[in-house]
């Protein structure tokens, strides 16, 4: 035997390492299903050619003035065709000729119909003979970064790493208090903190792989751009990746059974991947609240996250959120040193 | 083949020593004022039924629980001073602990080893468990005997002085106990200090030096099999159940089945005045268990006659008859009333 193959703590890690490798599921969820996730959004969320909004009106003189517009696509149909249309959603928007003018019908909440009256609006003025008191132009941009997939990514990773931290630690641990495994070994002379540590440990190894294949993957197919540095991005992964074992090895500190550790898992990431700005931004929701989303671990990780990826941001300017992500480090750990259950 | 122990200490008071140990559970006393000690090279067997108090003695033994009053010395230590020590010193094995389903035998004992500043090679704990087979194979896939075997070589990757072994072959088919029973043979030969737990009669007869039969937490007799079994005051048990003569003539016409209730009610067992059955010479002790009478007798060649005779002269039928060497569970019975298995 070599001298590492006698060291406990790499026995300890390398064990973790292996019954996660051998657990296919846990492959899937970690590797496979962020990579997914980022496709189906990407697909879903992909930039298109600006729509053509479709539109009906009631004549003929109508109809052609609102299809010279190439923003529009215009059908000619009578009051109640069109009513029905504009109801079940094949028109944004419906022209009515009247003896005195013209009148727009459309739902002034959805953003395309709004554009579509907009557009109708021009088309029919210009078709009356209206000029431009003032000559425009325009210029178009397509930038990256600026995106829905882009700002996504971030967030898709922050909520990867907090799931298979959490995962990761919850399962392993409670399964082995159910099995006597725990309580097995600490009636072995091995030195309990090197049990805690060798799933942090292999989770770092587990970390690099998840962040390298994900983040390649969502630069590689979507372009998604990585601005800060790189080495500033891997201290927020790892970082934000030791709070999230923290706070897993606190869930499974207690817990007799896989149900309450799976309840107390879901209790605990619910609010997170709601509040904290997975898909959405954080600041959607009212200020009074504020305060809890931002103490939150996921949302200073993905504030991390986009400002390095996105704005290039360095970490001296992220103080805030590292401070709270160590702080997520350093409180959940010490209290699970003194509450953990060993048998 | 045979290991023998590789290690001279030279301490050699008890390996084990406890006095007026005591344990609660709320309003249930696990252990109760439990003195005993086990000396160096002993195999010692602590008997009894479930809930008797074997697996809180040997794991307050292990260091696993505390005790509420009371002290414990392990090879002259104590657990409070010199657990470390301890740790790599003794050998354990619990009842139910359940190993990673998905790492290979070798893997674990890997593990397990790495633990120990000392012990015996990996291949050597394979060979002692019988597994060489197995060696890569996963611990899912193992048989319950093999799992046991397995157990017990992770006991001894750190080459003990004492070993624990709770329960070592409980829900066990007969032919992995007659294995698991060679391979204790084996340790004992090789000059280990053994304690385990049992609740099979049989077990402790087969395998240890000295027994304590424990019950409601106390050790009620303490002694090799065969002074406990002298203890008895007989070397034979002749049970047999009766009924009255006239009664079994009259209960000619009834089928077999019915006549055999009848044999076991009150009303035909009632009959019979178990004083004339103690004046017989050669008879120890007597009493009924559900319709059988027990006797323990010396010699069953002078004795069972006369039992007959006297029978016969009482206008007694014998319905049933059967004799066996007395046993433990005779003590077990003689001492408390009730059979070992009766939960």
Redesign the interface.
Known sequence: MSRLDESSLYQLTSTRFRLFLREPEAIFWVFIFPILLAVGLGIAFRNRPADVLPVGATTPQLTQALAADKGLSAAMMDEAAGTHALAIGTIDLFAIQRTDGVVYKYDNTNPDARSARLLAERAVQSAAGRRDAVVTQNEFIHETGARYIDFVVPGLLGMNLMGSAIWGMGFAIVEARQKKLLKRMVASPMPRWQYMASFILSRLVMLVIEVVVFVGFARLAFGVPIRGSFFDLAVICLITSLAFSSLGLLIASRAKTMEAASGLMNLVMLPMWILSGVFFSATRFPAVIQPLVRALPLTAAIDALRSNMLQGIGLNHLLMSVAILLAWVVVPFSVTMKIFRWR | MVHTLSNGSKYDGPSLSLSGLRKTFGEVVAVDHLDLEVMRGECFGLLGPNGAGKTTTIEIC???TDPDVGTVKLLGLSWKTSA?EL??RIG?Q???????D??TVE?TL????????RGI??EEAIRIGQLEEKRTARIGGLSGGQKQRLAMA?ALV?DPELLFLDEPTTGLDPQARRHLWDLVDDLKRAGRTIILTTHYMDEAERLCDRVGIMDHGRIIALGTPAQLIASVGGEHVVEFAVMRSDAMRSDAMRSDAMRSDAVRSDAARGDLDAAPLKEIPGVQSHRVDAGLHQVSVKDLHTTVPRIFSALAGMGMHLTEFRTHSASLEDVFVGLTGRNLRDE
């Open positions: 292990e260091g696993l470390r740790r790599q354990i619990l009842q139910e602990t359940q190993f990673p998905k790492l893997e890997r593990l397990f080893r790495s633990f120990f500043r090679a990996v992770c750190g």
